[in-house]
């Protein structure tokens, strides 16, 4: 493994482990206050964890047990290369000089280093803004120099806290693409709230909840089987826990969810079962499909989406048409019977 981490820091209450294998990019999710600026600030260096051990290619960063250091290796000594949201560029440096420095860093000759940044601004489609400042290039221009001058460091792991977070809809694109070619091969953990970031950049998604990582494991199997609530939500997905009967999950409330393939697990076993709000109806005088689960909630918010609206209902999510949520009269606080079809439902075992 490339990096291993094992930390604890109580005050925030953060007890987590993680790995993350050499030559791969891990997507970092969660809910606000999950604790993920809390691990990049431990393996960045800028927070000692009450207890802990971070290895990065088997040299050891972080060794520290009940608040007595063992090791520490400070920040700028760890060849590890942070990018935000910011660029962070050096106001008084050009595109070049910004890169250079990067370049400079490692102690590379300044005409090497010139030589070496024109290549790299080259390579990234840039070489005609060599000279321009910070304040002279677009968001996501500026964005395209600070990876390019976090790579020029040579470290041996990048972390990108939601780098495209404050770009326009419209830029986010071709950074995405260009981050991806530039992350192949490299050992990296990139912090996003966006499922295409995590499918674009990441092999394996990570996911913590409450300071603790809840999921890890390759990107789709994560968002096609999610076993955490901000996981299914961040899947797009309805999810549900019970206990299987044998013919249906039975939930917690008692009700019976209905599903058709057939599930090799014992009576009793805890299962997830995962579902899309296109597939749930919210029913008003239609019948009632053979096959089905009626589960009753109430209305929580209307959100409009493209052509449709998410009407979120607690724990579940439908689609429907806005002349539905008219006719319906749906608002917050009504109540209404979502059904969902046996077919349109995968279940699974808790556990991997």
Request: hydrophobic fraction near 45%; glycine fraction near 10%; charge should be neutral.
């Given at each position: 493994?490339?990096?291993t981490?094992?930390?604890?820091?109580?005050?925030r209450?953060v007890?987590?482990?993680?790995e993350?294998p050499s030559g791969?990019?891990t997507a970092?999710?969660g809910?606000n206050?999950a604790g993920?600026s809390?691990l990049l600030?431990?393996i960045g260096g800028?927070?000692r964890?009450?207890c802990g051990?971070?290895v990065?290619?088997?040299?050891?960063?972080v060794?520290?047990a009940d608040?007595r250091?063992?090791t520490?290796?400070?920040?700028?000594?760890?060849?590890v290369?942070?990018?935000?949201?910011?660029?962070?560029?050096?106001p008084h440096l050009t595109a070049l000089?910004?890169i250079?420095?990067?370049l400079?860093a490692r102690?590379?000759p300044t005409r090497?280093?010139?030589?070496?940044?024109r290549?790299?601004?080259?390579q990234i489609?840039?070489l005609?803004?060599?000279?321009?400042r910070?304040?002279?290039?677009s968001?996501?221009?500026?964005?395209q120099v600070a990876?390019a001058?976090?790579?020029?460091t040579e470290?041996?792991?990048?972390l990108?806290?939601?780098?495209?977070a404050?770009?326009?809809?419209d830029?986010a694109?071709?950074l995405?693409?260009?981050l991806?070619r530039?992350?192949?091969?490299?050992t990296?953990?990139?912090v996003s709230?966006?499922?295409?970031?995590?499918?674009t950049?990441?092999r394996?998604?990570?996911v913590?909840?409450?300071?603790?990582?809840?999921?890890?494991?390759p990107?789709?199997e994560v968002?096609?089987r999610?076993?955490s609530a901000?996981?299914?939500?961040?899947a797009?997905?309805?999810?549900?826990t019970?206990?299987?009967d044998?013919?249906?999950?039975?939930l917690d409330?008692?009700q019976q969810?209905?599903?058709?393939?057939p599930?090799?697990?014992?009576?009793?076993?805890v299962?997830?079962?995962?579902?899309?709000?296109s597939?749930?109806?919210?029913?008003?005088s239609?019948?009632?499909?053979?096959r089905?689960?009626?589960?009753r909630?109430a209305v929580?918010a209307?959100q409009?989406?493209?052509?449709l609206?998410r009407?979120?209902?607690?724990d579940l999510?439908a689609?429907v048409?806005?002349?539905?949520?008219?006719a319906?009269?749906?608002?917050p606080g009504?109540?209404?019977?979502?059904?969902?079809?046996a077919?349109?439902?995968?279940a699974?075992?808790s556990s991997g």
């Amino acid at each position: 493994m490339s990096l291993t981490v094992q930390a604890e820091v109580p005050e925030r209450g953060v007890d987590l482990e993680l790995e993350i294998p050499s030559g791969t990019t891990t997507a970092l999710v969660g809910p606000n206050g999950a604790g993920k600026s809390t691990l990049l600030a431990l393996i960045g260096g800028t927070l000692r964890p009450h207890c802990g051990r971070i290895v990065l290619e088997d040299r050891v960063l972080v060794d520290i047990a009940d608040g007595r250091a063992r090791t520490w290796v400070p920040p700028h000594a760890r060849l590890v290369a942070t990018l935000g949201q910011d660029p962070a560029l050096f106001p008084h440096l050009t595109a070049l000089g910004n890169i250079m420095f990067g370049l400079r860093a490692r102690g590379i000759p300044t005409r090497r280093a010139k030589t070496e940044a024109r290549d790299r601004l080259e390579q990234i489609g840039l070489l005609e803004l060599a000279d321009r400042r910070p304040a002279q290039l677009s968001g996501g221009q500026a964005q395209q120099v600070a990876v390019a001058r976090a790579l020029a460091t040579e470290p041996r792991l990048l972390l990108l806290d939601e780098p495209m977070a404050a770009l326009d809809v419209d830029v986010a694109p071709a950074l995405r693409e260009q981050l991806r070619r530039f992350l192949e091969g490299r050992t990296a953990l990139v912090v996003s709230h966006d499922v295409l970031d995590a499918m674009t950049l990441g092999r394996n998604l990570a996911v913590l909840e409450g300071g603790r990582l809840v999921e890890h494991g390759p990107v789709l199997e994560v968002l096609n089987r999610p076993r955490s609530a901000f996981a299914g939500r961040f899947a797009g997905l309805n999810l549900l826990t019970g206990r299987w009967d044998g013919r249906a999950v039975s939930l917690d409330s008692g009700q019976q969810l209905l599903i058709d393939a057939p599930l090799e697990q014992p009576p009793g076993a805890v299962v997830h079962a995962a579902f899309r709000p296109s597939a749930v109806q919210v029913l008003g005088s239609a019948p009632m499909p053979p096959r089905a689960t009626r589960l009753r909630r109430a209305v929580s918010a209307l959100q409009p989406l493209g052509d449709l609206v998410r009407v979120r209902a607690g724990d579940l999510s439908a689609d429907v048409t806005p002349q539905q949520v008219s006719a319906l009269h749906l608002q917050p606080g009504t109540d209404i019977d979502l059904v969902i079809d046996a077919e349109a439902v995968s279940a699974y075992p808790s556990s991997g």
